[in-house]
């Protein structure tokens, strides 16, 4: 299967299943990464692998849908079947969606649906949380909405600030993200309505849930 990865910064996410596909952990090839910002250090990452790259700036289209359509054919020409989005800091429209439905995962830094959007460790500093962590869904039409298929769960500490509590939950979406990419290359992923099975396993033993180790309160 030819995966397309969608990312907009520094890419870590990107790295982790560049990662897990060279360790044949993912069995399944990354293609292509595209972004919408021309220095985006994923781009540099992705090169380093001999990945193909390709950016696509919003503003070089006289619209949003010329956009995604441009996005499409670019995808559809890399026979690309699954499409990861690692920090791209767009919201995917109907355009792309109606053509890779079932086929686009995201990852979010908070235990969906809880705290979606940007932002979500400081969003959940804020609330007061006891346990942060972060999700892998499908995408749907809605901001962090899509059906869930993996969440790891952080202990949020009381001396914790955004950039602690981030770090550890890097940590567990660089663990549960390729997790989530070979259950769906093996075809164990069943969406019914809102949720996301892992075929031949049962629902209590399926790894829908990862509880991370936790560390010592600093």
Known sequence: MNIAVLASGRGTNLQALIDATEAGKISARIVLVVSDVESAYALQRAARHGIETRVL???EF???????????RVLRSRQVGLI???GFMRILGSTVIENFRGR???IHPALLPSFPGLH???QAL?????ISGCTVHFVDEGVDTGPIIIQAAVPVFSGDTEESL?????EQEHRIYPLAVQAFVEGRLKIEGRRVHFRGEES???GEVVLSPVPQQP
């Not at 006289?62 to 499409?72: L, Q």
């Not at 804020?126 to 006891?130: A, L, P, R, T």
């Not at 981030?166 to 890097?170: A, E, G, Q, T, V």
């Open 120 to 122: 979500g460790q400081r």
């Open 166 to 170: 981030s770090s550890r939950i890097l």
């Open 126 to 130: 804020e609330y007061g949380v006891k």
């Open 57 to 59: 700036r919003p503003k």
């Open 204 to 206: 209590s033993r399926s």
């Open 84 to 86: 990861c989005l690692a």
């Open 104 to 106: 686009i995962m995201n």
């Open 62 to 72: 006289p619209d949003r849908v010329r956009f995604e359509e441009e996005m499409v």
